[in-house]
């Protein structure tokens, strides 16, 4: 079990990003969150298996049609017991 953050950069917010996120993560079986930060970005924590995390890293990277990903800023962090199913906050 690994844990990952997230921080995207772009046009994100508007776009059908946290919606999309919210539907690849729970698809991908993960657990965690996503949410518009004020700054336009778009903040995501997730847990789950490395290989999934990585497919869902990737999906990040792209978003979905009307978002225009410039970059994103992935961590690891420690697992734990604080996220559940995949919500959008």
């Known amino acids: ?8 950069h772009g046009r994100v ?20 969150w996503v949410r518009n930060r004020p700054d336009g970005t778009v903040e995501v924590r997730a847990q789950g298996d490395p290989h999934t995390l990585e497919q869902f890293h990737d999906f990040l990277r792209h978003g979905p049609r009307m978002a225009r990903v410039t970059n994103v800023d992935w961590f690891w962090e420690a ?8 919500e959008i906050k």
Request: hydrophobic share 40%.
């Open 1 to 8: 079990m690994k844990r990952a953050g997230a921080v995207v």
């Open 79 to 86: 697992p734990a017991d604080d996220l559940g199913p995949f």
């Open 13 to 32: 917010q508007g776009v059908g990003f946290r919606a999309a996120t919210h539907e690849t993560g729970r698809r991908l079986g993960l657990d965690g």
